[in-house]
């Protein structure tokens, strides 16, 4: 079955899938990981001291990890199977039939 592909010749096929993948490796991932050690560590903090300010801030954080790493760590996963799909279509379906 032949599938359509797109040709991004001005930019390069591989930047395409490149550029979406290290947002995706750096909010999924670096975010996700790095605050949420940050997140810990206040919540350790604020319990030893007694410290509600401290507290509140951790849960402010947690809440924007969760928001940001849900959203766009998602829709840039999704990104680039999409891209790779597009750019790809015969290498990605071989794969997945595989």
């Known amino acids: 079955?032949?599938?359509?592909?797109?040709?991004?010749?001005?930019?390069?096929?591989?930047?395409?899938?490149?550029?979406?993948?290290?947002?995706?490796?750096?909010?999924?991932?670096?975010?996700?990981?790095?605050?949420?050690?940050?997140?810990?560590?206040?919540?350790?903090?604020a319990f030893k001291t007694n410290n509600q300010k401290l507290d509140g801030l951790a849960k402010n954080i947690a809440k924007w990890i969760l928001i940001i790493t849900t959203t766009v760590g998602a829709m840039t996963g999704v990104g680039i199977w999409f891209s790779t799909t597009v750019i790809q279509p015969d290498s990605i379906g071989s794969l997945l039939r595989i």
Not at 8 to 35: D, E, K
Request: hydrophobic share 50%; charged share 5%; aromatic share 6%.
């Open 1 to 45: 079955m032949n599938f359509p592909s797109v040709d991004y010749s001005w930019l390069g096929n591989g930047t395409v899938i490149a550029m979406i993948a290290i947002v995706h490796v750096i909010i999924s991932h670096g975010v996700a990981i790095g605050t949420s050690v940050l997140t810990v560590s206040l919540e350790h903090r």
